[in-house]
């Protein structure tokens, strides 16, 4: 197959089979600064930590454990093999951990990196009252390629710098992450894989490709192939972004602002459900007083500050994960899934316009052992993450039945 690069348009014909590599070595008027509130909806809007501390009221003063702070590090992979068929010199995946690796070795649970997350987006799930304790489990987060501090194509040296930066999948992720938890934790198999939307991406590849490695698989707001509709809207979005002149196939000199202006606006209409903007919830994660209009201009700078080939490169994973185009399936994403071997929690929420409801209905029916639980949330997408402090109750509970 050709290579392909961020500055290459995406292919009339689709994304063709892939490889999964697994034995390669590879942010106004309305506030004193627009930009501090700007950034505070990018952290609500990307369900980032502190967003989810403070609505979660997981904030230090609930009295959450200092254990529960993950521990940031740095794996470095030699001459990593992508599925595109480029060779990066290094690539450098970010992660987290939390708690402490039993003698066993079988305690371990992976938490997959989402867009434009970091290693604390995962904060909703763990506590001693929560899901996840890290006084029982020993928690691995990643992040993922492209959110600028793993291996992104704002931070990659020539000649795979900005746009000749090579597009990622979903299994490449999966590939590094695998080759950090073998070679660098010694984990040779996990307690579960958990994750959200595009962290959920990856669990579902987790299942497919490492069928064995874990023993359960928990996905929230998020399905195992990205369907034509989310395509056209993630195509929608990369053209906001892309067609502002400054963006020049991405070899700008000065960030595309109005090009990442487009693109949050047009973003943040897909985040939450048409009800959740009817029922104007959003009063209830902002300060007292706060407008729509205020609502509205902080959303147009929700992706300030962050560079326009990486938003670019996370877009193109997102759109071209399928695994059914892992081998030996050829495309044919219901065989996928009928091969997966382990009990699979899948809880999609009922108003996500990103990975709807009725795509969750599809696949669940072809996963032998899965347990098909919505969230009857109004706050689309970021119930999944647990925005909102029942959707957080309710994932808590679930997943810490699930994995008794």
């Known amino acids: 197959m050709g290579i392909e690069f961020l500055g290459n348009v995406r292919s009339k014909e689709g994304t063709p089979d892939n490889v999964f590599p697994g034995t390669a070595d590879h942010t106004s008027v309305f506030a004193n600064t627009a930009m ?9 809007l990307v369900c980032t930590i502190l967003l989810v501390w403070a609505v979660a009221g997981q904030t230090a003063s609930s009295g959450k454990a200092e ?3 993950p521990t940031e590090h740095e794996f470095v992979i030699k001459n990593f093999h992508t599925e595109s068929g480029s060779v990066l010199p ?13 003698a066993a070795g079988d305690n371990a649970i992976l938490l997959p990196g989402y867009f434009a997350g970091d ?16 006084s029982k489990f020993f928690l691995v987060i990643t992040e993922l390629f492209g959110t600028g501090r793993s291996t992104s194509p704002s931070n990659t040296p020539s000649p795979f710098d900005g746009p000749r930066f090579p597009v990622m999948t979903i299994r490449d992720n999966v590939n590094a992450t695998r080759q950090l938890l073998t070679k660098q934790l010694h984990i040779r198999h996990l307690r ?8 959920a991406q990856q669990a579902f590849q987790w299942a497919v490709s490492q069928p064995d490695f874990m023993d359960r698989i928990v996905a929230t707001a998020g399905t195992a192939k990205t369907y034509g509709h989310g395509i056209v809207r993630l195509e929608g979005q990369i053209a906001a972004l892309t067609t502002d002149s400054v963006f020049a ?22 985040l939450y459900s048409q009800e959740w903007w009817r029922k104007e919830l959003w009063k209830t994660i902002e300060p007292p007083g706060t407008t729509f209009d205020q609502v509205l201009a902080e959303s147009r700078m929700m992706f300030s500050g962050i560079d326009a080939n990486d938003l670019l490169l996370q877009m193109r994973t997102w759109e071209n994960n399928n695994v059914g185009d892992t081998i030996p399936f050829h495309g044919d994403v219901e065989a996928a899934l009928r091969s ?5 929690l899948y809880m999609p929420s009922e108003t996500d316009l990103y990975f709807p409801i009725t795509d969750a209905r599809y696949e669940a029916a072809f996963i032998p052992h899965c347990t098909l639980l919505p969230i009857p ?5 970021p119930a999944g993450i647990g925005e909102s402090p029942a959707d957080a109750q309710f994932l808590n509970e679930h997943i810490a039945a699930f994995l008794k």
């Open 249 to 270: 196939g991405g070899n700008y000199t000065s960030e595309p602002e109005k090009g990442i202006e487009a693109t949050s606006i047009v973003w943040a209409g897909w």
């Open 90 to 102: 290094e690539a450098h995946l970010v992660y987290g951990t939390i708690g402490t690796l039993n």
């Open 119 to 134: 290693i604390n987006g995962y904060a909703t799930f763990i506590g001693h009252d929560e899901a996840l304790d890290p």
């Open 67 to 69: 254990d529960a702070e």
């Open 377 to 381: 949330s109004l706050w689309g997408h």
């Open 192 to 199: 579960a894989v958990i994750g959200f939307s595009m962290g």
């Open 36 to 44: 501090e509130r700007a950034m505070a909806m990018l952290k609500r």
């Open 340 to 344: 997966i071997k382990r009990p699979v």
